[in-house]
């Protein structure tokens, strides 16, 4: 009697850590940038997706582009990339889910001369990191000019400060979300100029380079500049692994994500620059997301069409999108 008691126990132990791992599932989200704001949209995502699975786990990983194989890409649910690296290493994998948000070029000198740019006299300082050096290089190049004959000096964000501050290095090159922090550093304390480069750029640059986005940044965002700032911009998307969530759960962890955006007020992302940056997309969208654009860029005309004179307040347009039908 006891000896079957216990093969009862044992087996109804079994099953029930079977049904305990079976339920268990964990999605897990690749960022592929350093930034804060990836990790807000990463920590977003997780939270979204924890809502519906309370129980469940949500893994947050960083990897810079490339150091990933195909098979290790594959593990992932999510991943928060570039439009290029996407179209070139993402794409059968992986869906579009949508636009997030862009990174703009910026060159900061203390000659507010564009001819004065590049010399072979000046000493270069770039962020150490992937995107900020192929950004750079894709620029040179248009220009014809070849980084190995330009004193060009990968720095962290630290030292990419203080060197320019010391006149140790005479232009900083970076890539960032805007407005920058690190250019307002540049710009505020060590009385760094940020300069157009669009205008030096061939005229088929943005054909060649389908990836780059000729950009305006207005002059408010930094001090003491006259004019705004013609450069370029890198896109970043939401990817999602085509073989990972079903639909009806993906829809409620869309649906979670919108919400929780609008909550957070100060992103750089938000329903409204989903909309913007959905303009000239290289790769078709989700259904889901197609979906969402869709039934944001409905409500926005909306309320456009019932604001004549009265400017758009920010916040009023983030509440009309966030509403669910």
Not at 81 to 106: M, V, W
Not at 253 to 262: S, Y
């Amino acid at each position: 009697m006891k000896t079957s008691l216990l093969k009862w126990l044992m087996l109804g132990s079994l099953l029930i850590s079977g049904l305990v791992a079976k339920a268990e599932h964990e999605i897990k989200i690749l960022r592929q940038t350093p930034s804060e704001l990836d990790r807000m949209i990463s920590s977003h995502l997780c939270y979204s997706y924890e809502l519906l699975h309370p129980y469940h786990r949500c893994q947050e990983h960083y990897a810079e582009q490339g150091e990933l194989s195909t098979k290790e890409l594959a593990d992932f649910d999510f991943i928060i990339t570039s439009e290029q690296y996407f179209n070139g290493s993402l794409a059968r994998q992986f869906q579009l889910l949508i636009p997030l948000y862009q990174q703009a070029f910026i060159a900061v000198t203390r000659e507010s001369s564009q001819d004065k740019l590049f010399s072979n006299q000046l000493n270069y300082g770039v962020l150490n990191q992937p995107l900020q050096k192929i950004v750079l290089k894709d620029v040179l190049k248009a220009l014809n000019l070849s980084p190995k004959k330009l004193a060009i000096t990968p720095l962290e964000q630290n030292a990419l400060i203080d060197q320019f501050c010391s006149f140790d290095i005479n232009v900083a090159f970076i890539t960032s979300i805007q407005p920058s922090q690190i250019v307002r550093q540049l710009n505020t304390l060590c009385d760094g100029i940020p300069i157009s480069i669009a205008n030096n750029l061939p005229k088929n640059f943005f054909q060649r380079h389908r990836y780059l986005y000729q950009t305006t940044i207005p002059k408010s965002y930094y001090w003491r500049i006259p004019d705004d700032i013609e450069t370029l911009s890198v896109r970043y998307l939401l990817a999602i692994n085509q073989n990972s969530i079903d639909e009806s759960e993906l829809t409620e962890i869309l649906r979670n994500f919108i919400q929780e955006l609008d909550y957070t007020r100060g992103l750089a992302i938000s329903e409204r620059s989903i909309i913007e940056n959905a303009e000239n997309l290289q790769s078709t969208l989700h259904p889901l997301g197609e979906a969402l654009l869709l039934q944001l860029t409905e409500k926005y005309q909306k309320l456009t069409d019932t604001t004549t004179s009265t400017p758009v307040d920010s916040n009023t347009l983030s509440n009309t999108l966030s509403e669910t039908p």
